[in-house]
């Protein structure tokens, strides 16, 4: 039997329920912004499952940054992007993590810890009001989950997540006065962190030093983020049924040409989305998150095929065996990492990791700017503030963070002539995202084996 069904079946495709095309999006936070890869992942899941909206994304993060600095910086490091909404995560470093320790704490460093809170709070209370006044939609992210609760080896600030708990509590209140949205990662966090301990006691999705998420932690980030921000829903879906008379459903996707034969099912396809490509540094977060089942199903279901093995071509090109009963329940070829869309969503994952990578070169700028430089009055020439840096560098040697700021000193002085050329290139990269990024008609075939 043969049925050829050649009129388009339509389907609408899917829109971003908070972000419109030409918005600008900035993260505003401290260095698990600065040199995270949680706003990374976020630029990717846009960019692949709505390809028709084009979003501008700015790393504002500054490594040891606290509300205070954010705020003196908001002015000349964020709006000077006209941003149309800032991401804020911060308290990290307002709580003081060295306040924190096992044992008893003495009246003064109970104090201090108070007044660090209060500092906290008052800061986070100015940058709202500069959201507001500067007409920006903020999106309030608590602090991540500081690590005291894997027994690793690193020494542990007893009680510092307690206090950024009542960080959260804080940056909560103020989305709700406000009616903005906030995302509670810390107890996201802690409430994987307390699950997978009860399996092992060494378990954990902070990094060794129990503060900065390693991708895991970031890609678990992500996902709270985006299923606070986006409806659960699939990159597509294809359901034909060879004993009904309608015998075709789509989602996020346009199927045309349809032809049915006993031994051969081909058809023309349009997906309005790519998958999300998968690379082995976020399998443990896999395991971890439903991110697979809620945002990353590309699902082809064939109900009624005869029993046996059929073939899936796509663009002439075999991608996999699936048996009749695979196929009837439904495969997700998201996890196909040989198919046409996938190639082309692995594309864009390199130009978004490329595009961290160029605009993390950038952030060396303000990260001295505003950490180092913010008390030099001296001649506006690399040279003078040169010499301004290597006389702090100097006082600082012998600390445990001495290198790390030795090598940003470094790259600095690189990065300072080159500024415009790698914003350039910063730019040209958004432009082959956004080039790259446009789903294509294909043919489809599923041939008995």
């Not at 990260?367 to 001296?378: N, Q, S």
């Not at 690189?414 to 914003?423: A, I, K, N």
């Amino acid at each position: 039997m043969s049925f050829l069904r050649s009129e388009l079946i339509h389907a609408q495709s899917q829109e971003s329920k908070n972000f419109e095309n030409g918005n600008t999006i900035c993260f505003l936070g401290d260095s698990i912004t600065h040199g995270g890869q949680f706003h990374e992942f976020l630029q990717l899941f846009y960019a692949t499952r709505y390809p028709n909206i084009a979003l501008t994304f700015h790393n504002c993060g500054i490594a040891g940054d606290n509300t205070e600095g954010m705020s003196y910086r908001f002015k000349n490091d964020v709006l000077v992007h006209n941003p149309t909404h800032v991401f804020l995560m911060t308290g990290m470093n307002d709580v003081i993590r060295t306040l924190y320790f096992e044992g008893q704490a003495s009246d003064e460093i109970i104090q201090k810890r108070k007044n660090a809170l209060t500092a906290y709070k008052q800061n986070t209370d100015i940058l709202a009001e500069k959201f507001e006044a500067s007409g920006i939609t903020p999106i309030y992210l608590t602090p991540s989950t500081y690590d005291q609760y894997s027994k690793i080896e690193k020494v542990k600030n007893l009680g510092c997540n307690d206090a950024l708990i009542e960080c959260s509590k804080h940056i909560k209140s103020i989305a709700k006065q406000s009616n903005r949205l906030a995302i509670d990662l810390n107890t996201h966090m802690q409430d994987i962190m307390h699950r997978e301990l009860q399996k092992d006691s060494l378990f954990t999705i902070i990094g060794k030093d129990r503060v900065h998420p390693e991708t895991t932690g970031h890609f678990i980030m992500f996902h709270k983020i985006i299923s606070a921000l986006e409806s659960h829903s699939n990159v597509a879906q294809i359901t034909i049924s060879l004993n009904e008379v309608k015998n075709l459903k789509t989602e996020n996707c346009d199927i045309y040409e349809l032809q049915l034969t006993k031994n051969k099912i081909s058809f023309k396809c349009l997906e309005n989305s790519l998958p999300f490509p998968i690379s082995k540094s976020i399998n443990k977060a896999l395991t971890l998150v439903p991110f697979q089942q809620e945002f990353n199903q590309e699902i082809l279901k064939i109900i009624g095929l005869d029993r046996g093995n059929y073939d899936l071509f796509i663009q002439d090109k075999l991608i996999n065996t699936f048996s009749a009963k695979q196929l009837n329940d439904g495969v997700n070829l998201s996890t196909e990492s040989n198919t046409p869309q996938y190639k082309q969503a692995q594309e864009i994952m390199m130009l978004c990791q490329e595009y961290k990578k160029t605009g993390y070169q950038l952030r060396s700028i303000p990260f001295m700017v505003y950490k180092y430089l913010r008390d030099y009055t001296g001649p506006n020439n690399l040279y003078s503030k040169q010499i301004h840096l290597e006389k702090k560098l100097k006082k600082i040697e012998g600390r445990p963070f001495y290198n790390y700021i030795k090598k940003s000193m470094h790259d600095y002085y690189e990065t300072f002539p080159r500024q415009d050329s790698l914003t350039d290139q910063l730019k040209k990269i958004e432009r082959a995202i956004y080039m790259k990024n446009k789903p294509e008609t294909r043919s489809w075939s599923i041939v008995k084996n």
